[in-house]
């Protein structure tokens, strides 16, 4: 049973930081591509940044230069760190899981979590 468990959301003033985390169980293989999605209301779900299993990282533009994700291949952990946020990341957050990049790439592939809220407060 592959799992993915978010943690680290919550409500931030405007310009403050935040941490998400995601653990995975299971079967290593399946999470060489991971990363974090985000969906704000009434918005389609984006890709926030992702990485790959060597540490290759992509990000979105509105986030470049403020968020950071990384990961612990050992204990099949992803994180995001969020700097300098703005009322517009207000979100879900979802950790994603996918054998490859490609995989990650299509909403019905992979593994999701359950979410997690950001909101940031202006």
């Known amino acids: 049973q592959v799992q993915l468990v978010e943690s680290g959301g919550g409500l931030v003033q405007a310009g403050r930081s935040l941490r998400l985390s995601c653990a995975a169980s299971?079967?290593?293989?399946?999470?060489?591509?991971m990363g974090w999605y985000r969906q704000a209301p009434g918005k389609e779900r984006e890709m926030v940044a992702t990485?790959?299993?060597?540490?290759?990282?992509k990000y979105a533009d509105s986030v470049k230069g403020r968020f950071t994700v990384s990961r612990d291949n050992a204990n099949i952990t992803v994180s995001l760190q969020m700097n300098s946020l703005k009322p517009e990341d207000t979100a879900v957050y979802y950790c994603?899981?996918?054998?490859?990049?490609?995989?990650?790439?299509?909403?019905?592939?992979?593994?999701w979590g359950q979410g997690t809220q950001v909101t940031v407060s202006s």
């Open positions: 299971g079967n290593i293989f399946r999470f060489a591509a």
């Open positions: 990485i790959t299993y060597g540490g290759a990282t």
């Open positions: 994603r899981a996918a054998a490859t990049m490609d995989l990650l790439d299509r909403p019905n592939s992979g593994f």
